[in-house]
């Protein structure tokens, strides 16, 4: 019997990507459904009537959802081509540096949006200062760290793909946040994203990452 695997997703959205990445590293076949966030689907609702957000991945009826958790399933679930280390404390360092990629991500976000937005020179320094004070603290403790050394994408490098949503919110901006000059190794790990012939599938193309990040600058600048 066939497995049953979909994932509620968002184009736009980096945790749904990161699973698309597991998903694919793994050789597994799954449908993808697009979510319209602002009209959530029936389905999503009631697969996540916790948090009702995406993503959600389904596996033969059964929803799992949280992208950290969603990762560990599949890891689980289809062994061949593991993206967690098998040395149980290995495997704990690299949820820990996970989930602390996560927090620091909602860290540095708020600071990109206030530079983004910000009408005032002083004020947009602030945010750009504030990202990069959160950038810096993931380059000092990750640059080291070897879930970086390998030749495919582990748990704790999909994790931290969200970086390239970064990447592209500077270059909405004009200004420089990320530099391979203050943040070698973040920097070489962008590369690594962009080089990677998985990775390339599951981000979505540069062009509408832009469009869209444009859009959305323009409309919170008609909001103020």
Request: glycine residues 4%; charged residues 30%; aromatic residues 12%.
């Amino acid at each position: 019997m066939a497995e049953e695997v979909k994932l509620f997703g968002k184009w736009i959205s980096p945790f749904s990507r990161r699973i698309e990445v597991a998903l694919k590293l793994k050789g597994v076949e799954y449908e993808y459904i697009e979510e319209d966030l602002f009209n959530k689907s029936p389905a999503l609702l009631n697969y996540n009537p916790v948090h009702k957000k995406i993503p959600v991945l389904v596996h033969n009826g059964k929803p799992i959802a949280e992208s950290l958790v969603i990762m560990e399933y599949i890891d689980e679930t289809w062994k061949h081509n593991p993206i967690l280390p098998i040395d149980p404390f290995e495997k704990a360092m690299a949820r820990f540096w996970a989930k602390f990629i996560d927090d620091k991500f909602w860290a540095i976000w708020p600071a990109v949006k206030k530079a983004m937005t910000s009408g005032g020179e002083k004020e947009r320094e602030e945010g750009i200062e504030e990202a990069q004070l959160h950038l810096n603290t993931l380059e000092t403790q990750l640059k080291e760290k070897k879930f970086f050394g390998g030749e495919r994408l582990g748990f704790v490098e999909i994790s931290a793909s969200l970086i390239i949503w970064v990447v592209v919110s500077q270059e909405v901006m004009g200004v420089e946040i990320l530099t391979q000059e203050k943040f070698p190794a973040l920097h070489k790990l962008t590369q690594k994203f962009v080089d990677d012939d998985v990775f390339k599938q599951c981000v979505p193309p540069w062009e509408p990452l832009v469009a869209y990040f444009k859009d959305q600058l323009g409309a919170l600048a008609a909001s103020k």
